[in-house]
């Protein structure tokens, strides 16, 4: 650019006739070039009108290339070699350039995210992008809550799992607000409990909480939910749907999935990132797991160090979670207990009945000591979602009142619930074995080849074993399509009344025979034919 501008004033001045030796003198000490240079730069932009350097032409990396790269995986050497090959096919292409000049050009038109991208990805690509910061706002303006998948296996019913939490963290303070496990991948009842502990400040969960000014989630149904949205709209709070895929926009809740790894969980038994030698994986025991409950009171005592004792980036090096929410002036909007005792309930939207039975709900029957004396009333129901253990009954006037919890009456034992899991657990075994059978039976097996031929089969079958397998498929197809008419009908019970078949006499007999006769063409005489006589 100096170049330029120093040309473009000295043609300016030599167009009014004003230019001396010493303009020139003073841009060559300036530039670190000779006068003669200064003067051959002044001598093309007369008569090129060229301030700049002459452009050299270059090898530059156009869309083609660029597919090439991402279809090669960035592999720009096996790009060269395919544009050579190519050149070689079809001389008219033109010459292609050598090695280090295309690797020299990829290295100029593509950024390193892009090199990045075309090797890896946009997850790799990401990484050299360049993330700008939200301005900081006060405690409580934005919560952003996540799922995560805990690599730690742990002992539920002496079988290992790996469990989830759900969690919300203020935005401003690092405040983890509410937080709630589950041995499973979670729904959206995880999400409401999650949310209710972190909007009540009363014990435990104190004094942390209050309402959000908003909410930032990525998407997930179970936080995306009418239950949730409901639940929320009814304490005017929106939940801002940010974009899929993209965890940048919601950095903080994401750097608390991070921590939780490296801080805590990688030193737990059960985990299942630890490094380990080349050897075949073996797994810890489920005896020497932690229990589900040990497990979610480690998690929790964790989640109070975070808040009362870390000091997370992001705040003041002297303060805490706990203290710079305390330092914030602004004033917190508190809900009352008696209107978050519901929160995470859903309502059925019918209306029942009370009998001597209990309430019916699902088919099954859930009973109280408080519906004594209400055999007739009209009740609502509202029940936590997945869980169908007890419900709590309502008034069916608008924000009735609530008459009490109502209990499962016939609920399995431990040994029942046990017993019936190891069932289906058998069952489903049984099942992947027959389906992997069927799968080795369906699939073709060849053999590998160092040749471009066509492979062989691994298994030869005869011609014989081929006949014998299908006449039994075919056997097997005709049973299971057999028509109902083609099976004979069992004897009716003797209750079943029969038909009176009424006993036939000699006289009807022999006329139907004789009618028989007639209508066949009978012997010379018989009925309908006139003889010499002229009687009938």
Known sequence: MRREAAVARLLSLDSRGELSSGHVRLVASVSGVSERTVWSWLSAGRREGRMGPRPRSRFVVTREIRQQLAMWGGNVSAVHRELVARAVRDPSLGPVPSLSAFHRAVARDLSVGERAGLKGGEAARRRYDVYGKRPRTHRNACWEGDHKRIPVRVRLDDVAVCPWVTWFIDVATKVIVGVAVTPHQPARDAVLATLRTGISRAEPYGPFGGLPGVVRVDRGKEFLCKTVERALGGFAVPVDDLPAYKPYRKGTIEALNGAVEEMLLVSLPGYTHRARPAEAYHPDPVEDLLSYPDFVKVLLDWVAWWNTEHHPAGLDAKLTPLAAWEADPVPVEDVGEERLAFFALEDDGRVRKIT?????????????????????????????????????????????????????????????????????????????????????????????????????????????????????????????????????????????????????????????????????????????????????
């Open 356 to 536: 001597t039975n209990g309430i019916s709900w699902r088919r099954r029957a859930y009973i109280a000591p408080w519906m004594a004396g209400h055999v007739g009333m009209r009740v609502r129901l509202r029940y936590l979602p997945h869980y169908d253990g007890q419900i709590e009954v309502f008034a069916t006037e608008e924000w009735g009142r609530h008459l009490g919890t109502a209990y499962l009456a016939e609920a399995a034992t431990v040994e029942q619930r046990r017993a019936l899991s190891s069932v289906r657990e058998k069952k489903a075994r049984q099942l992947k074995a027959d389906l992997k059978a069927a799968e080795k039976l369906r699939k073709a097996r060849y053999t590998a080849t160092t040749t471009a031929a066509v492979p062989r089969l691994r298994r030869t079958v005869t011609s014989s074993q081929a006949e014998a397998e299908i006449a039994r498929s075919r056997g097997v197809d005709l049973a299971a399509r057999a028509l109902p008419d083609l099976i004979p009908p069992r004897e009716p019970p003797a209750s079943w009344a029969r038909p009176v078949v009424r006993p036939r006499r000699a006289a009807d007999s022999q006329a139907d025979a004789g009618q028989a006769e007639a209508a066949d063409g009978g012997p010379p005489g018989a009925a309908g034919v006139r003889d010499d006589s002229g009687e009938r």
